[in-house]
């Protein structure tokens, strides 16, 4: 049954949520009715289109990616981030993520940012649109800070990531995602809000999990983050099947008798 906010929120210290990205209606159809929510990240950028990070995403590009994802998942809370430049201000953020909402049936879209993003949650969420908060280690900000740098290693950190998790708690964001933080972070962090804390890379304290598609299935092999459980070997599943393919046709052995019109 799909999730509302509600029965999201009821979750916190009953039972742990289960997030997972998807990019297109092909795997959202496979993980529809599985998992609590289906975050069309802009990670999709990297594992989808290419690129070394996620800075250039675009709204348009998230919006095609999120149609197709909640063509596929009719079942399951959909959340589509909000890619870099869209919500600088609140103004800016409230054109994008009315867009967002007006051209996608997504339930929910996710900021990236602390405190100082309190002002436009609160902004969004006071306009009909639910908000999913992102704290400690920023994908968006890997150019900014030179990269992806593991945060809440030190009790001063900890204490302003709590109090990031705490401003967007009061602003009306319904969850929050904590990435690549030490775990005694992240349970700090969910220990202080009574909203769900989302972990990936954020140790097993927290209130639920998400990961990238593409790495748990083990398709992008270029780099293996530490905190990655990877579920199959996607990769070389798909190249064995293309050789497999290749030497087929090339031996006569595709298409048989059956395979034919
Ligand atoms: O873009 C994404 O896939 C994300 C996850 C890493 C949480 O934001």
């Given at each position: 049954m799909k999730q509302t906010i509600g029965s999201i929120l009821k979750a916190k210290n009953n039972r742990k949520l289960t997030m997972i990205t998807a990019y297109d209606a092909l795997f959202a159809r496979l993980f529809d009715d599985q998992v609590d929510f289906i975050l069309v990240g802009d990670s999709l950028n990297m594992?989808?289109?290419?690129?070394?990070?996620?800075?250039?995403?675009t709204l348009e590009q998230m919006i095609y990616h999120t149609n197709a994802v909640c063509a596929g998942a009719k079942n399951t809370f959909v959340i589509c981030d909000m890619p870099f430049?869209?919500?600088?201000?609140s103004k800016t953020a409230l054109k994008n993520a009315i867009k967002v909402f007006r051209e996608t049936s997504a339930d929910a879209i996710k900021i990236e940012g602390g405190k100082q993003k309190a002002h436009i949650i609160k902004d969004l969420v006071d306009n009909s649109i639910a908000v999913v908060g992102h704290i400690g280690l920023?994908?968006?900000?890997f150019r900014s800070e030179g990269g992806y740098k593991v945060k809440g290693k030190d009790d001063a950190n900890i204490q302003s990531l709590i109090a990031d998790a705490k401003a967007i708690e009061e602003a009306g964001a319904f969850c929050i995602v904590v990435e690549g933080v030490k775990e005694e972070a992240g349970e700090a962090i969910a220990k202080s809000v009574n909203i769900p804390i989302i972990g990936i890379g954020a140790?097993?304290?927290?209130d639920g999990q998400v990961l990238v598609w593409s790495d748990m299935f083990g398709f992008f092999d270029e780099f293996k983050p530490k905190f990655v459980r990877q579920y199959i070997d996607g990769a070389n599943l798909v190249k064995k099947a293309v050789a497999e393919y290749k030497n087929d046709v090339e031996s006569l052995n595709f298409p048989n008798e059956n395979e034919k019109y």
């Open positions: 594992s989808f289109a290419g690129k070394k990070d996620t800075i250039s995403a430049g869209t919500y600088t201000d920023l994908p968006q900000n140790g097993a304290k927290v």
